[in-house]
């Protein structure tokens, strides 16, 4: 086989790896926006189900075109697709009949989208977190939203240092969030789940990094779990408090109940009932937080805060077991 022959083969196989890679992802795929679990999630299904067989529909009569056209050519024999009549037909009067059907189903699908929520949610991004406000119940939590099966979310979102986008492909979306703007965007989850969400737009070093856990819970457990973050920090430690403070660490965070309120960084008041810490980079445990605490970078390099080098090693087990107590 020559050097032709040989780089057609490869690249051949490569197509066929892409074309089986993207089946698995769409076929296969149990957290993303083919797996819909609310209305609005299932709506952008629909019409991206109409998009596709559109577009597969154009694709097999493009090729069906192009060979017969092929096969006339063999035979010598006049093409039956010539002609002025052909060109503005098929070149002119069926795509835009084909876009201006889309661009109607689209439409139709934004008119009926819900603009307001029964329960308010503000979100701000920042590279590479989220902050998540409560305004009806004066709660803040960290890159981990609850919210309450079966209730239209009002999410508004900001982005205070660079452009982000709020995607939870399970329950639709996606919105930008612009500096200086702000956006709306309502979601609905049918059922209880957790749903895992992301930054969709490229904001810097850490992008791919910059995730979110919405959490969609029975109403009853939902307004529970608002009210007890809501309150103040429920475990007092001097000594931990002191060298939270002492440490710089009461610059950039908040534990309300405290005199640390700093608003750099994410609120810590109830740290420890969140699953996760760094955005859903790690879970949380006691051995991952104190990992975190001595050097965030190994595990997101880029992110803001800095490693921190300045505490005694009684000092950091004290105050692991501190945060990992915040409940």
Known sequence: MGGRGRWTSVAGWRCALAVVTMAAAGVGCSSGALDPRGPVARDQLGLFTIAFWIAVGVIVVVLGLLVAALVQRHRDAPSPFRGERFVVVGGLVVPTLILLGLMGVTFA?????????????EVDGYRYWWEVRYPDHDAVTANEIHIPVGVDVEFTLRGPDVIHSFWVPQLGGKADLVPGRETTLVLHASEAGEYRGRCAEYCGLQHANMRVLVIAQEPADFERWVEEQAASAVVSDGAAEAAFERN????????????????LGPDLTHFASRRTIGAVTLPNEPSNVAAWIANPQVF???????????????????????LTALR
């Open 109 to 121: 699908f934004l008119a009926a989208q819900r603009t307001e929520g029964q329960l308010r949610v």
């Open 300 to 322: 997101k390099p880029g992110a803001e805060m800095p490693p921190i080098v300045t505490f005694t090693e009684e000092e950091h087990q004290r105050l692991v077991d501190y």
């Open 248 to 263: 710089a660490c009461a610059a950039c965070h908040t534990i309300r109940g405290t005199s640390a309120n700093g608003v």
